[in-house]
């Protein structure tokens, strides 16, 4: 079938971190069938702003609840889904767990689970979530060598 008509569409999620023993850990949502490693994220109910739909849909995927620390990068890319080109944006925030339990996600996905970095980088699916990977990396590691430089400068 040819595509017929053009549409947009919009979504939000995060990079979930923590550091365990020093190492850093994102948190990634997966499903079996078909084998998908992911990024939480989902589409807006009607009414949201960019920054619920992302706290909401990362809360459902993961069973955690999330704080937001700062806006982390967009995404886009392009999918045909029946006779309709979707060019779709997906918006991404660092944040942060202060709730919830990881057995509590929905059945979206068939888990969701902490994940060092290194192999997140490797295992998530789409280069682009991996892009926004690396972007959440760059800025942990910045503001770990901020709070460091911080910390030398105030025992001087």
Excluded: C
């Amino acid at each position: 079938m040819a595509v017929q008509r053009t549409a947009r569409a919009t979504s939000a999620g995060g990079v979930v971190h923590r550091t365990v023993d020093g190492r850093m850990q994102v948190l990634l949502v997966h499903r079996l069938i078909p084998r998908l490693w992911a990024l939480p994220k989902g589409t807006p109910n009607s009414g949201e702003t960019i920054e619920e739909t992302a706290l909401r849909e990362t809360r459902e995927e993961t069973g955690l609840i999330v704080e937001i620390e700062r806006p982390l990068r967009s995404i886009r890319y392009v999918f045909v889904r029946g006779s309709t080109r979707f060019n779709k944006t997906v918006h991404f925030f660092l944040m942060r767990p202060v709730g919830g339990a990881l057995d509590e996600h929905d059945a979206e996905f068939d888990e969701a689970r902490w994940t060092d970095m290194e192999e997140a980088l490797a295992i998530v699916n789409h280069a682009t979530e991996r892009s926004v990977l690396e972007a959440a990396a760059a800025a942990l590691h910045a503001a770990a060598t901020d709070v460091s430089v911080t910390a030398a400068e105030a025992t001087a």
